[in-house]
């Protein structure tokens, strides 16, 4: 009696086998005992295995699967690194208050866009600190968004914390960008208890954090946690894609962030 | 929605128990699998029009969990242990197959090299064939052969070594 391998053994209780060579193993298995025997391994962890995990096939899709899916489209709108006009729309999308309003005092084109878009980024700092000095949180030309004043000052300076500021600022993460730079997840409360997750990132000696995405979060409350953890929600699916299309590499340590910080986002050397 | 966003919604359960698979935890299921469709959306200009992009997704979440499992050595959490059946029946496959409970697989793939539990999932649980799971892989089809019938051997030895011992892994605290 000829000699049947593991793998000849498995390629039949898989049904790889040819026609012919099943027959020829159907025969030998029903006059060998010992080579049955070899068999039930792999019949076992067929069939009857996948059926452990069958559930899976069945169970609802859970609806963040759905969102995430979804969501793309206006996701890689907000990284709009390969077509700008798609971008351009996204701004108008977005942004669309700002440009509308780009005539008006910032803290009047928040209320605008806020009505309007319904997630734009909070323009005016009194919307934080209450304070009477009121410098834009961001500026706009060109098709791009850039950091300033307050939100500037915390990604260049602050380091991460997954305890958020309220209200005020706060980065929560820094990884590195796949094509070089860096980028900064943050959050954002405003007076009036309003949230935002955004994503800016800054090229490799660049001046500017770009605002690559930025949405409203609702209100939830907040959950103790000790480690970064991605935010969660269909509104923060487009950040949280964001920043799977640009990271590179796993979130910054809190030592190679101090340094980044010290060295002005300058990395090695 | 494009036509690949709508294909990929088709592919979410098959994605989730492959992804079941490898985690033996639902919830780490999804996270897995939602890492996954973002990871593929974000790339989907590396996917070829015209391949199988239930192949490239599979591939997409076995690097993103192998990836997680060197860098957190992540271990699939223990199901709570169910009553073993002791069926005293003389038919051996129904003794050995009452033995198969999630606790019990989930002990026995967790035992498995990374790169074996991959495998078990796809073509034992997923059931795709050896030549698209080396494919998948890129390897050579002899070597996925070789390899899943040496996992499957040790898979079978954990499953069937007894409900004892599985309870006492079970029950064992992790370093």
């Excluded at chain 2, 996917?47 to 979440?61: C, E, H, N, V």
């Amino acid at each position: 009696m000829s000699f049947v391998s593991d793998e000849r053994l498995m390629a039949f209780a898989d049904g790889e086998l040819s026609p012919e060579e099943t027959r020829a193993l159907e025969i030998m298995l029903a006059e060998d005992l010992d080579l049955a025997a070899r068999l039930e391994p792999f019949r076992l962890t067929g069939a009857p295995l996948a059926s452990v995990f069958g559930a899976a096939l069945s169970a609802p899709v859970p609806e963040r699967l759905l969102t995430a899916i979804k969501a793309h489209r206006r996701a890689r709108l907000y990284a709009g690194k390969k077509n700008p006009a798609l971008r351009s729309g996204l701004l108008d999308e977005l942004f669309g208050g700002l440009r509308f309003a780009s005539g008006l005092k910032p803290s009047h084109a928040f209320a605008l866009s806020a009505v309007l878009v319904g997630s734009a980024i909070a323009w005016s700092a009194t919307q934080l600190t209450s304070t009477n000095t009121d410098p834009a949180l961001a500026s706009f030309g060109a098709g791009v968004i850039v950091a300033s004043g307050p939100l500037s000052d915390a990604l260049e300076k602050m380091q991460s914390s997954t305890v958020a500021a309220a209200p005020g600022i706060t980065p929560v993460a820094t990884f590195a960008k796949e094509d070089g730079g860096y980028c900064r997840e943050y959050r954002m409360t405003t007076v009036g208890g309003a949230t935002y997750a955004g994503v800016a990132c800054r090229e490799l000696g660049g001046p500017q954090w770009r605002i690559a995405a930025h949405v409203e979060v609702p209100p939830t409350k907040p959950q103790a946690k000790s480690t970064y953890t991605t935010a969660s929600g269909p509104q923060t699916a487009a950040v949280n894609a964001v920043v799977a299309a640009m990271m590179a590499g796993s979130v910054l340590e809190p030592a190679d962030e101090v340094k980044l910080i010290a060295k002005g986002w300058m990395p090695k050397n | 929605m494009d036509e690949t966003q709508s294909r990929m919604i088709e592919l979410l359960p098959r994605l989730r128990r492959f992804a079941f698979a490898l985690t033996g935890d639902m919830d780490k299921a999804d996270d897995l699998v939602q890492d996954t469709c973002e990871r593929a959306l974000a790339h989907l200009d590396q996917w070829k029009p015209g391949t199988k992009l239930d192949s490239w997704m599979y591939r997409i979440a076995q690097n993103l969990w192998l990836d997680q499992h060197r860098a957190r050595k992540v271990r699939r959490d223990q199901a709570p242990l169910e009553e073993a059946e002791h069926v005293t029946g003389s038919d051996g496959r129904t003794v050995t197959e009452s033995r198969m409970t999630l606790a019990a697989v989930n002990e026995g793939i967790s035992r498995l090299p990374p790169e074996q539990q991959v495998l078990v999932a796809m073509v034992c649980v997923e059931g795709l064939s050896y030549k698209e799971a080396a494919s998948i892989l890129e390897v050579p089809i002899g070597t996925v052969m070789s390899r899943l019938a040496r996992a499957r051997q040790a898979l079978y030895a954990a499953i069937t070594e007894g409900s004892a011992s599985v309870a006492v892994a079970a029950l064992t605290p992790e370093r």
